[in-house]
């Protein structure tokens, strides 16, 4: 077993700018696991520009982001072990699967900075028949950007996200016509802008309120899908099928190693120190909840530098955690734990993902005490701020949209 | 930009033989059965091919399946069902070592939910003393959840079934394919049978690509048996494909039960069967829907909706776990409740058909079954010692991520390796299709379903292709 002080899983935006910062602090026992032959996270296969902006003052597509990210960590010499895939972990031991067999690491502090994914068909229940002509976004991207192909020539996009519309881009570049962008709810998961633009600019139809009733094809060849509203059907003649959006963090292995596992958020439960249950772990990035755009990962992985430094340098510092719980209505939530040892103006931020009207309330030991009125019409995100009551240890923090 | 057909990356698989060579023995179809059948009788020194009109096996009925292997507590007592099933099974435990298949003896549990289930549980265990299934217990609700701590506690009594096991229902008939082709046997792939004529010697039948003489043919075209009977010049059954809708739930799932969990079987419900798999899932279903089409196994909504309410009923916890996968898997049953198997000794002809919801179990007891049934004698070639070993891809058994050196780790969701990939495009049963590809590897059958690795492993494919 190799000891290092510092273990960082995942070499996205938010695990190198993390591993970035920590060298600029003068940490140098720290290295970078990542499963891919290349380090740079999601980034390496969205091949449109949208990156960049805040953190490098230049707006860049995704490989020359993840390229540069990359670059500036190893000018740092900063140990990024590639092909190490973390498949356990037992106490602070974490193992990887890697071509020279099995290796086991001890690491002081764990940072498990694993991105997320988007939702493929199977679990959004669309009938219909099966066919490899069916890929998520990411897969598009990666046909298109990294393998230079291009899988099918029509097809229409289901969801509604931004990355929905960069998907329209992908397959422009690739020359596949998208017949519609198909989104069930009554408005845009986006800024309803998105629609004229896509309409007007690049001629792509964006149907809402419309719901994905089958894929219909022969043998494993998709000829259409069958769409519908208000009862009314509509056929539309397709060879593939592109799920978008619907990001899910890739935590399967946090589910199965972390006793205390957040069923909203589908992640670990962290802190607003990204600190989780098990005081020697922490997670940063799309981990937490799904996706935020990856300029938001990579500060929140500088962020995170500066908690790693207090936790190793405090070591009797013990976290003092309240655990924050949302009903169903809020899409995901983050921090969800309160660290009573670190002031904060906000108690979490929270994302509700369809049109809602009414009060979002914050209970404290079942009573309530903040409310806030909402009117939103599409995906919204909502700071709750810091509770004018002072919270213990063992309290309840709960929070429920009631419309 | 190129495009790239997803459906057609593998170029059609051809039958290298002379125009004359005359086999003693054709197969149609290579479905769980055809493989079994197909080892058999190789293996007994029998000229055999093995005709199948898609470019791999397990295409059909035997894609999707629960691949359970079943000790026969449950089958119509006396049955050729039963024999085989008995048979099959312990074949399978005698060859599994060797070619490092896998095996998990999870033992089953027959749950009664209601008083009216408790009642029957009685004859349950009746029924399966006298098919010879000695292992078996009642179990109070107490002992239940001792072992089953997450089963709702609405369970009454079960009976709990010793032998009832987990296999891989994909890499096991490939086994038999790969013993076959070993002991001399071959492959007809991409070779849609569509006519034959008998002259009393020896069959000439016609395929997609070239006639195939064969002195005796076996059928055993599952899904599509009775039209393929039809060309013997009688009909003397009737398809009628039952449909079976199923739910993957993800790996974090695995250890919510410990045994498979199954219904009893009553006049108004069917209930499901929740089950781990030999890959580390969960899974749901199946459903039993009867309908004409043999080949349209979609899944639909609402069936999986209410697979899914099922399963939070019986399973509370699995709420917390995602879906991975669904899927439909077709049943060749038949106009009648038992194995359609016949020898016409006139026509050189026998027919293996309706083997409808135990073939995976069956398979190797069946194929003996036909071996005596046909009852020729072959000149037994010297057996080589067996080289054979199949790639693990269950989790019981080492895998190959564990190891070294094995390139790199393409799909994440399901640890596959590139030298796994590597290894099943390569050979005389190197995979033909994609999802060839995806049973000999399980490849973009994780929870991601290709987000990750889909682009990649098109790659591969088109490359070693090239
Ligand atoms: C299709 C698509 C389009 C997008 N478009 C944009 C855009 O235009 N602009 C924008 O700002 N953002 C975009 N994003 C989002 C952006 O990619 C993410 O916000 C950002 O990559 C998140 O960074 P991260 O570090 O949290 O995760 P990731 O970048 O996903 O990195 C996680 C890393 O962890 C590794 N990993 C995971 N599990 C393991 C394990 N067990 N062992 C070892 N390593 C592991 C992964 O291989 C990966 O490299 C897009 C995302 C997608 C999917
Ligand atoms: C939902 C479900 C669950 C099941 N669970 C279990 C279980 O847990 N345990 C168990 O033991 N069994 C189980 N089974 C049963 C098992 O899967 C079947 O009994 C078995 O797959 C039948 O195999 P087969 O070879 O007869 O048919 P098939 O697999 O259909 O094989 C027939 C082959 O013939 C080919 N063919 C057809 N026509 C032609 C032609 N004209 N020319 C050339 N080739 C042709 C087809 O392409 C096909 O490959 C289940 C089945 C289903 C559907």
Request: charged share 25%; hydrophobic share 35%.
């Amino acid at each position: 077993m190799k000891k290092i002080q510092i273990a960082i899983v995942g070499a996205g935006p938010a695990g190198l700018s993390l591993a970035i910062e920590l060298s600029n602090m003068g940490y140098s026992d720290v290295v970078v696991f990542e499963r891919e032959d290349e380090a740079g996270g999601t980034p390496r296969h969205c091949g449109h520009l949208g990156f960049g902006i805040f953190e490098f003052y230049r707006l860049l597509s995704g490989p020359n982001y993840a390229k540069k990210l990359v670059e500036i960590a190893l000018s740092k010499n900063i140990t990024i072990k590639l092909k190490h895939t973390l498949i356990n972990i037992e106490k602070n031991n974490l193992t990887f699967s890697t071509t020279d067999g099995l290796e086991t690491y001890s690491a002081q502090k764990t940072i498990l900075a694993l991105g997320a994914r988007e939702t493929p068909r199977p679990s959004r229940f669309v009938s219909g028949t099966r066919s490899p002509n069916i890929i998520t976004t990411g897969a598009l991207q990666r046909f298109v950007y990294m393998q230079k192909c291009a899988p099918f020539k029509n097809a229409v996009i289901i969801g509604s996200e931004v990355v929905s519309f960069s998907a329209i881009m992908s397959a422009k570049h690739a020359g596949i016509k998208i017949k519609a962008i198909i989104e069930e709810d009554e408005n845009l998961n986006t800024f309803n802008i998105l629609k004229p633009i896509s309409e007007l600019f690049l001629k792509t139809p964006v149907k809402v309120g419309y719901k994905v009733l089958s894929i219909n094809g022969e043998e494993k060849n998709i000829q259409s899908v069958t769409i519908s509203k208000n009862g009314i059907e509509e056929i539309i003649e397709c060879d593939g099928v592109i799920f978008s959006g619907k990001f899910t963090p890739e935590s399967a292995i946090l589910q199965e190693n972390f006793k205390d596992f957040n069923h909203t958020n589908n992640s670990v439960f962290v802190s607003q120190i990204f600190q989780t249950t098990s005081k020697n772990f922490f997670a940063v990035g799309n981990v937490l909840r799904g996706a935020l755009t990856a300029f938001k990962c990579y500060f929140e992985g500088k962020k995170l530098a500066r908690f790693i430094d207090d936790s190793l340098k405090n070591t009797k510092l013990n976290p003092l955690h309240v655990k924050i719980q949302c009903d169903e209505n809020i899409q995901w939530y983050s921090p969800s734990l309160v660290d009573l040892n670190y002031p904060s103006k906000t108690l979490t931020n929270l994302r509700i993902n369809k049109k809602a009207t009414g009060k979002i309330i914050v209970s404290l030991n079942d009573n309530d005490v903040y409310s806030k009125d909402i009117n939103v019409s599409t995906y919204t995100n909502i700071k709750i701020p810091r509770l004018d009551y002072p919270i213990s240890k063992n309290d309840n923090v709960k929070i429920r949209l009631e419309s | 930009m190129k495009y790239l057909d997803l459906n057609n990356m593998f170029p059609k698989k051809k039958l290298e033989c002379s125009e004359d060579e005359i086999f003693d023995i054709a197969i149609i179809g290579a479905g769980v059965v055809g493989c079994g059948i197909f080892k058999e009788f190789c293996e007994n020194g029998a000229k055999t091919v093995l005709v199948e009109k898609a470019n791999d096996i397990l295409e059909g009925a035997s894609k999707g399946n629960s691949a359970i292997l079943h000790t026969g507590f449950d089958a119509p007592p006396e049955s050729l069902e039963l024999e085989c099933v008995k048979r099959g099974y312990s074949e399978y435990l005698k060859i599994k070592k060797k070619l490092n298949l896998p095996l998990l003896n999870t033992k089953a549990l027959v749950v009664a939910w209601s008083d009216e289930q408790v009642e029957k549980l009685d004859g349950i265990l009746k029924k399966g003393l006298n098919n010879g299934v000695k292992e078996l217990e009642l179990l109070t609700d107490k002992q239940i959840f001792e072992k089953e701590p997450n089963l709702s506690k609405n369970a009454k009594a079960a009976l709990l079934v010793h032998g009832e096991s987990l296999i891989d229902p994909w890499n096991s008939p490939l086994a038999y394919v790969k013993l076959g082709l070993q002991a001399g046997g071959k492959l007809a792939f991409s070779h849609e049978v569509t006519d034959g004529h008998f002259n009393g010697e020896f069959w000439e039948i016609k395929t997609s690509q070239k006639i195939i003489k064969a002195k005796t043919v076996i059928n055993a075209a599952g899904l599509y048996g009775d039209i393929v009977d039809s060309i013997k010049g009688s009909k003397d059954f009737k398809i009628i494909p039952r449909k079976g809708q199923f739910i993957i739930f993800d790996k974090t799932a695995y250890n919510l039960i410990n045994s498979i969990i199954l219904p009893v079987p009553t006049k108004i419900t069917k209930g499901v069967v929740i089950t781990k798999t030999a890959f580390g899932n969960i899974l749901v279903g199946p459903t039993a829907e009867d309908q004409e089409s043999r080949d349209d196994s979609v899944t639909k909504e609402e069936t999986i909706k209410m697979l899914l309410k099922k399963a939070y009923e019986l399973l509370p916890d699995l709420q917390k776990h995602n879906i991975t996968a669904t899927f439909a898997g077709l049943r060749p049953a038949s106009d009648k409740n038992h194995y359609r198997v016949k020898i016409n000794d006139e026509k050189n002809w026998i027919t293996v058909g309706g083997i409808r919801s135990t073939g995976l179990t069956s398979s190797l007891g069946l194929a003996k079954y036909v071996y005596e049934l046909n009852d020729r004698k072959y000149e037994k070639k010297k057996k080589k010692a067996s080289v054979i070993k199949i790639q693990n891809i269950s989790e019981f058994q080492t895998r190959d991520y564990q190891d070294s050196d094995y390139g790199k780790i393409v799909c994440h969701c399901e640890c596959v390796t590139q030298r796994e990939i590597e290894n099943a495009l390569k050979g005389e049963a190197s995979a033909g299709t994609i999802g060839g590809l995806k049973r000999r590897t399980r490849i973009t059958m994780g929870r991601c379903q290709g987000f990750n690795c889909q682009a990649e492993v098109s790659e591969i494919c088109e490359k070693s292709q090239s």
